[in-house]
């Protein structure tokens, strides 16, 4: 008798911490989403790259990381982020190619509409196109990865070959948030963003933000 073969999902979450560190809440909240997502075929590994002082060149390397491996999808994920595993598989199992979780943080929910009145919604999963979201519960999926990949520059940096998805070689070339970056590149890639409403991420602040600007600005110079 032929059985039919169910294909495993592959799934990366990517953190950007300092010093290597995340919140409790946050590795409580990975583990019980591995054991949920072990019960639904889908296996959840984790990368966690220290900032040194340079968040945009570690999220391209993420980006860089999830394409070559060829996961279903990437999720960057705050390191003092908290969630429950329904609201990951949510993201996780979403048909949506760029769809984000609304985090709630200091300033509150940082999301925008282009007009709250005319909001695009899908039927099905509830989901909200947005202008703005950020990159603390955001997921991209297999094909987002490699239209960003395949249309991006290759450069060296701390001598691997890195896709410059958003900030281009040098950092310092222009002020932009991670976000609006990453947005801008989405929309040349013809993807929108999506926000799922009915899930809410919490964040527990742990540390405060350190680092040494005449050695970012070295490296990224290759000196």
């Known amino acids: 008798m032929n059985q039919k073969t169910i294909k495993q999902k592959k799934v990366l979450v990517g953190t950007v911490s300092e010093k290597n560190s995340v919140s409790l809440e946050y590795s409580f909240s990975l583990v019980e989403s591995v054991k949920a997502a072990l019960n639904q075929n889908t296996v959840i590994s984790a990368k966690l790259y220290d900032s040194e002082g340079n968040t945009t060149m570690k999220i391209n390397q993420l980006i860089t990381l999830a394409w070559r491996e060829k996961v279903d999808s990437l999720l960057l994920v705050s390191p003092d ?7 990951m598989m949510a993201v996780v ?27 695009t919604k899908k039927k099905e999963t509830g989901e909200m196109k947005v202008n703005r979201a950020n990159l603390n ?13 395949e249309t991006s520059p290759d450069i060296i940096y701390e001598e691997e070959n890195v896709k410059a998805v958003i900030g ?3 950092i310092f070339s222009s002020y932009a948030a991670n976000d609006a970056l990453l947005f801008d590149r989405l929309r040349e890639c013809g993807y929108g963003v999506w926000v799922n ?10 540390y405060r933000s350190q680092g040494d600007f005449l050695a970012v600005m070295g490296k990224a110079l290759g000196e």
């Open 137 to 149: 519960f955001f997921k991209l999926g297999a094909e987002a990865l490699r239209s960003l990949c």
């Open 81 to 87: 982020a908290s969630w429950s595993p329904q609201s």
């Open 93 to 119: 199992n979403s048909k949506t190619e760029v769809v984000a979780l609304p985090v709630c943080g200091i300033n509150g929910f940082l999301v925008g509409f282009d007009d709250i009145r005319k909001i």
């Open 168 to 170: 281009g070689a040098d």
């Open 197 to 206: 409403p009915n899930h809410t991420v919490q964040t527990n602040t742990i």
